[in-house]
């Protein structure tokens, strides 16, 4: 009774924001979890490392690319474009941020569809705050006007917890700020009780390829889409093989009992970040890539009523994310990929990096910007094969070029080549001229207060230049 007078604010909060009955009742749960001081976590004892899985290279041109190319047409992509790209300083859907030859993810997603078969739609998981302009952007493609089938359904919003108090976060200057969408493992949910799910169903979708808006190498791919239908699956998860740079990521275990669970780092109790966090023991993360076998997902959702329990993640972050003395708050999540942990067949299978390019912050932008990445026919983004290596340590400096505007400001005639490019470090304030072409390990470092031009065509060839030094040699060329 206690728990339930402490939720009352709560209910109220989200009837008034009319959130279907579903999202209220689980987000009662978690926060019941939280009121019993029960923190989501997953013990390294409790699970075992997952040795091998089946690799995408061994799939070939067989029968799954056959298999996956006769069910097309019955197979819908869903991109979860729920978010602003605050982190970036955007106040607009981070779907529509121009990533490639002036593309945004949300033309790449549309347009990868089409030319892999027009039959193949593209639904966006939007939130409130991406609906709008989202829909608007959707309006450059005709034929997505008349179709059946709808473009979007809605994420859900919960309330943000008061830490101090666990209730409900107030801030009456920006209201918006009171809320958080409740993680990507909400998709379930509100495809059921949006009726996209029925939607899909009733127009002949069974399965579906669900990602993030922002990893570009998330494409339907015929032959992944013939392995999960050969085996059966009602749920699979791509991951790919971990690397230093993966290591605070979600990864794949086994269960102690059996079939598999995912883990995120906000899940792992501090005693087991070694563990968490190595590499060779656990060697698979989880890219976000999901195929869904929509009649099960169904059965799932309508034996408990539009609920699918997740593992909860607490996270504790501040009332205004731009503002670190704002008050402490919790925001309770759940992970789309932990559902590999409900169905009775699951499965996972080990894929290569170019289907996990994200774009988290500037600098995986300036990466995939550059000559290092080729937009090819297809709408693929694909590795430059003239590229020097595999991976560039990119590492601008914050102060100049995390928000997106201060970053446009200082490429403004493009970024520079990259594709000889092994390490590439900024620290101060430079704006680029055209065709600047980064060789090797270079770093450019200005310790002053005024911005640097480095000049249209300039080779920065595996050298550290102060801006003292770079001034020099143009006094000596002139």
Same mark, same amino acid.
């Given at each position: ?33 939280? @009121? &019993?001081?029960?923190? /989501? %976590?997953?013990?390294?004892? +409790? ?5 091998? $899985?089946?690799?995408?290279? *061994? ?18 992509? @869903? &991109?979860?474009?729920? /978010? %602003?790209?605050?982190?970036? +300083? ?5 779907? $529509?941020?121009?990533?490639? *030859? ?377």
């Amino acid at each position: 009774m206690k728990h339930q007078a402490k939720f009352k604010p709560f209910e109220k909060k989200m009837k008034a924001e009319n959130m279907p009955a579903p999202a209220i009742h689980i987000f009662r749960n978690y926060y019941e979890k939280l @009121i &019993k001081k029960e923190k /989501g %976590l997953i013990p390294e004892a +409790g699970i075992q490392p997952v040795d091998t $899985l089946t690799d995408f290279a *061994s799939l070939g041109s067989g029968k799954y690319e056959e298999t996956g190319r006769r069910h097309l047409h019955k197979t819908a992509a @869903i &991109k979860l474009n729920g /978010g %602003l790209g605050t982190s970036m +300083g955007m106040n607009k859907p981070k779907g $529509l941020l121009k990533v490639k *030859s002036f593309f945004s993810f949300l033309d790449i997603a549309v347009s990868q569809c089409r030319k892999m078969d027009p039959a193949v739609p593209v639904v966006f998981m939007n939130s409130f705050s991406t609906t709008r302009a989202t829909l608007k952007a959707l309006e450059a493609y005709p034929s997505l006007r008349n179709r059946p089938l709808g473009k979007e359904f809605l994420q859900h919003k919960v309330p943000k917890i008061d830490a101090a108090t666990l209730e409900p976060a107030r801030h009456p200057e920006n209201p918006a700020l009171e809320w958080c969408p409740p993680g990507h493992g909400n998709v379930y949910t509100a495809l059921y009780t949006s009726g996209m799910l029925d939607q899909l169903l009733d127009n002949g979708y069974e399965y579906a390829f669900l990602s993030n808006i922002d990893n570009l190498g998330a494409v339907v791919d015929p032959a992944i889409l013939g392995y999960f239908i050969e085996n059966r699956f009602s749920f699979m998860m791509e991951t790919s093989p971990r690397t230093p740079n993966d290591k605070k990521g979600g990864h794949l275990a086994k269960m102690k009992s059996g079939g598999y669970i995912l883990r995120e780092i906000a899940q792992c109790p501090k005693q087991d970040q070694k563990d968490f966090q190595d590499i060779e023991k656990h060697r698979y993360f989880n890219t976000n890539n999901i195929w869904i076998y929509l009649p099960a997902l169904q059965k799932v959702l309508h034996r408990q009523n539009g609920i699918i329990a997740l593992p909860m993640i607490r996270n504790k972050k501040t009332l205004d994310p731009r503002d670190p003395e704002s008050p402490e708050v919790y925001q309770l999540e759940t992970a789309m990929g932990s559902a590999v942990s409900v169905f009775d067949r699951t499965g996972a299978i080990c894929v290569p990096r170019d289907r996990f390019i994200p774009v988290k912050n500037t600098n995986d932008l300036l990466d995939v910007r550059s000559d290092r990445y080729i937009l090819d026919d297809r709408f693929h983004l694909i590795p430059n094969p003239e590229k020097k290596s595999d991976s560039v340590h990119i590492d601008l400096d914050p102060a100049y070029y995390k928000f997106i505007d201060d970053f446009e400001k200082r490429f403004p005639k493009g970024v520079p080549s990259l594709k000889n490019c092994t390490c590439f470090t900024v620290q101060g304030n430079f704006t680029f001229g055209k065709q600047v072409k980064v060789q090797n390990d270079s770093m450019l470092i200005n310790t002053t207060e005024h911005r640097f031009t480095i000049e249209d065509h300039q080779v920065l060839n595996g050298d550290s230049a102060m801006v003292t030094d770079l001034i020099h040699r143009k006094m000596a060329a002139s």
